[in-house]
């Protein structure tokens, strides 16, 4: 019997290669389990976001003249509110959730009925734009406000009238938000870069604490615990804490932009009051989301938007988190719930008692080879493809059937600039530009002599379109003349010529001006 190789050695598995993409944290996790949609067209920036606090807590936008209220459910707008003569700038909702007050740039607060959308009071005291307004947590009857006159004041609702005018700030007050547990405690911010506290049971509307953010202040909040506030300006966010005596606790700058609004969210659920971790989210024009930890003092989730970010929300339940932009979209992200479907799926199943198990598709099977569109891919499988069906404008079309003369008129009517050169181009290429110029009929010479007159000295066009306006006056003389609709537009065309031609020689003559300048001082 042969003695075993004792030069044999086992050969180790090889070993799985670590991903490159770290795995999600739980946090990261539950911030993405936001699945975000985009609510566009509402024609101008989203200046602020507030939410009802009684539920289903559905959350108000402030955009150009109009107040929406949406359904957190559907997303769908369930009211609008447009009885404002300027840009709407703030709104706040009532503890109850039964009114909404809202503020606009000609200096007028108004009180409305959610309901009905019935205006109830008007405030007019302000002199200037109002940026921000905000009723207490706990407090049904009163409400601050603030704006470019640099006067916060304290609002008996009932009565229409101002209890008192806060005065302090050097410069426009910019936002503010009431304490969580005192309803007589508030804050504001100013583009003077200070943030106050004020106590409206202190008499003569001095300022009980005062703290310097070091750049125009944007946005501030009070966090749940009462004591601590946090202020947004410049690219940085900043933790106070007011009852130590205004001592700054941490500052985040980890946007690269302005940050100009925060909120306060929640990782957890409602009804679990032991888990519930808070966290300051803030948005700024870099286009960046940034949930701040304020208890590890580090930044936990990062999310990024196509467009620069004006506001943010959060909606008490932890099911909806809602972002305005500059340019009208606001995107707005609901929380999928999958642990309610998975307790859900294990009530079902302890109820009924037996195991119910998912037969696997295996493709031996009949119905392996019926499944639709809408299945998802297993790992093993290909994934085939199919091309994207390019959609090309009508004269990109006719100029693949070699219409050329249609190709031309049909772009002339577009009234895109860039697309009339780029069929130029390519009937220049094909040698049929002037053949179509030849065959176009006089009202069809109208729009093409229009188009020249408009776009023939604009600098990155005229290479082609001052040559073609030669050759089109040459070939189209006796058209020219018989027609007086066409002589106008050589007329219009002509003085077009004329100013340019006066630009330029200005030009030159700054040109000989500025020249010995410069030569002289290069000697120097």
Known sequence: MAEPNSSFKPIKPKLKPKPRNPKQTPESKYWSSFKTHQIPDLISSITSLTFSPSPPHPFAATHST?????????????????SFSDVVSSASFRCDGLLIAASDLSGL???????TRTPLRKLRSHSRPVRFLKYPLHDKLHLVS???????????????????????HKDYVRCGDF??????????????????LWDVRVTGSKTVMEVNHGKPVESVVFLPSG?????????????????????????????????????????GKENVEEGREHRVLSVGLDGYMKVFDYGRMKVTHSMRFPAPLMSVGFSPDCGVRVIGSSNGVMYVGKRKMKEENVESGLRSFWSLGVEQERRVMRPSYFRYFHRGQGEKPKEGDYLVMGPKKVKLAEHDKLLKKFRHKEALVSVLGNKNPENVVAVMEELVARRKLLKCVKNLDNEELGSLLMFLQKYCTVPRFSGLLMGLTKKVLEMRVEDIRASEALKGQIRNLKRSVEEEI?????????????SPLLRIAGRG
């Open 66 to 82: 109009s107040l929406k209220i949406f359904n957190p459910q559907t997303l769908s707008p369930s009211s609008t509110i447009s």
């Open 227 to 267: 004591g601590l506030v946090a202020t947004a300006g410049g690219n940085s966010v900043r933790i106070w804490d007011f009852i130590g005596g205004g001592k700054m606790v941490y500052s985040m700058e980890s946007h690269t932009k302005t940050v100009t609004s925060v909120c306060v969210g929640r990782v």
């Open 179 to 196: 304490s969580p547990v005192s309803h007589e405690m508030c804050v504001t911010g100013s583009y003077d870069h200070t943030v106050k």
């Open 109 to 115: 607060i108004q009180v409305f009925d959610v309901k």
């Open 502 to 514: 006066r630009i330029q020689h200005s030009l030159q003559e700054l040109q000989g001006i500025i």
């Open 146 to 168: 603030g704006g470019d006159d640099a006067v916060v004041k304290y609002w008996d609702v009932a009565s229409e009238t101002p209890l008192l005018e806060l005065l302090g």
